[in-house]
């Protein structure tokens, strides 16, 4: 063999080494309290700018809804946790089966001779298969198994809980962005009607019935109003931004909400607080997930106490030995028995995992009940803000009505030459007041409603949406 081309060879991989695996250190800060700013360094993951461009239309809350469960990093998140929960009970399942176990084996030997006679060398090699079944354990196995497929439904249980908080996060945001639109319609309104005051009172200054303090006075009140109203677009304009934030939405891309929401039905007053709590305590996925890693806990405790117990398993192994030399023919081994295993000593292992698995079920359960009076709180304070709003929401109509009739009137009066300007303008403000209100309390339903249902447990499902 000529070794020149290995030397070669090994001389050009050393010349080539540095370009392997060595990469360009980050220059470091000189001293404290200096920035590092070779961000650049950092790989940058390409997008086109029509993606990020491209409008975003839902036609129904539903719609903005099953856009956010399926592209919410914690949805994800959640949704891998249920992979590998499926994934760790089918590994427990598979301590039912027998293990099976081939190897292929090489062993030069030679053994040695006490009377100085020359003992050839032997190279044997050849396949084997080797078996293992656990035939029975007290039931370590099962409760395994059973621990597993309780955390797996915990787990489960927990991504619906994760899911409903998506939910209730989207229909907050959205109800959030209903109010701000509609504080900058009320908003819009109480500035048309003061320009239309100020042009009253331009027509009045001219035909010399009116002072110039009135006009002062009511462009003041214009001005007011058209600052009102910008900051009206500015809330807008958050509330898209949380909105999209929500729903797993680039704040980059426009959002097109393209549907009417109408109110919810009126919650019936049968509807007594007992019932929802009960219903509550049957759906809510957080209480249940609680009662499954509890019992999740309590089978570990009953695997851990299985194990102090004997284990009765069969093995079994076959082979085939063939030998370099000629002058040896091959032979075939094999063996079958029945293994005891009994636990004799293990310095109190498993008696301490037992009992630590006890204490968190026991922990576990403690949870659960705290969780439980946590519910009934959120229930019942949600049920009375359902019953506030509602009837704030008759109040608030009232108001309106008047305030409405009593600006017609400031105005119809003013016009007339027997009212002042400030009884209209007073009469307006009111009536804005009165806009402000309803649209709130209209806002505030929405959102009781939905807090309802996510104290509840429910899918929620709460508003009816119609396309234009």
Excluded at 47 to 55: L, Y
Aim: one cysteine or more; a negative charge; charged letters at 20%.
């Amino acid at each position: 063999m000529n070794p020149i081309p290995y030397c070669s060879l090994l001389c050009a991989s050393l010349a080539l080494w540095p370009s392997w695996g060595y990469a360009a250190t980050p220059e470091l800060p000189a001293r404290p309290g200096t920035f590092w700013l070779q961000i650049d360094t950092l790989p940058v993951q390409p997008q086109s700018p029509a993606a990020r461009a491209a409008t975003v239309r839902f036609d129904s809350l539903a719609a903005l809804t099953e856009h956010a469960l399926r592209e919410r990093p914690d949805s994800r998140a959640a949704w891998l946790g249920i992979q590998a929960e499926a994934a760790r009970l089918d590994v427990a399942s598979a301590a039912n089966w027998p293990t099976l176990t081939g190897q292929l084996s090489f062993t030069q030997s030679r053994a040695l001779s006490s009377s100085g006679a020359s003992v050839p060398t032997l190279h044997r090699y050849g396949p084997s298969l080797g078996l293992a079944y656990v035939l029975y354990d007290f039931g370590a196995r099962a409760a395994s198994i059973d621990a597993q497929r309780y955390q797996l439904i915990a787990a489960l249980l927990n991504n619906n809980r994760a899911l409903q908080d998506t939910v209730a996060e989207v229909e907050t945001a959205y109800f959030a962005v209903l109010a701000a639109r509609a504080q900058r319609a009320a908003q819009a309104e109480q500035e048309a009607a003061l320009r239309a005051s100020f042009d009253a009172v331009e027509l009045r200054l001219r035909g010399g019935l009116a002072a110039r303090a009135d006009q002062l006075r009511a462009r003041a009140a214009l001005s007011e109003a058209t600052l009102a109203r910008q900051l009206a677009e500015r809330d807008i304009a958050k509330a898209e931004a949380m909105l999209k934030q929500a729903a797993g939405i680039e704040q980059t891309r426009p959002l097109l909400l393209d549907w009417e929401t109408t109110p919810p039905p009126v919650l019936d007053s049968a509807t007594l607080l007992a019932e929802l709590l009960a219903e509550a305590e049957q759906q809510r996925p957080d209480l249940r997930a609680l009662q499954a890693a509890a019992a999740s806990a309590r089978a570990e405790a009953e695997r851990a106490r299985a194990a102090r117990w004997p284990s009765l398993s069969l093995a079994a192994n076959s082979g085939r030995t063939f030998f370099l030399e000629d002058e040896r023919s091959p032979s075939t081994t094999y063996s079958v028995g029945v293994n005891l295993s009994v636990p004799l000593f293990d310095g109190g292992r498993l008696a301490a995992q037992a009992r630590a698995a006890e204490r968190d079920a026991e922990r576990l359960q403690a949870e659960a009940d705290g969780q439980r009076s946590q519910v009934s709180l959120a229930v019942t304070e949600a049920y009375h803000d359902v019953r506030h709003a509602q009837a704030q929401r008759e109040g608030v109509a009232v108001q309106f009505d008047s305030a409405s009739e009593s600006a017609q009137a400031a105005e119809a009066r003013y016009r007339a030459g027997i009212g002042s300007l400030l009884e209209w303008l007073t009469a307006q403000a009111d009536l804005a007041r009165a806009r402000q209100a309803q649209a709130q309390a209209d806002s505030d339903w929405l959102a009781a409603f939905s807090r309802l249902n996510h104290a509840l447990g429910r899918l929620p499902a709460i508003t009816y949406e119609r396309n234009p």
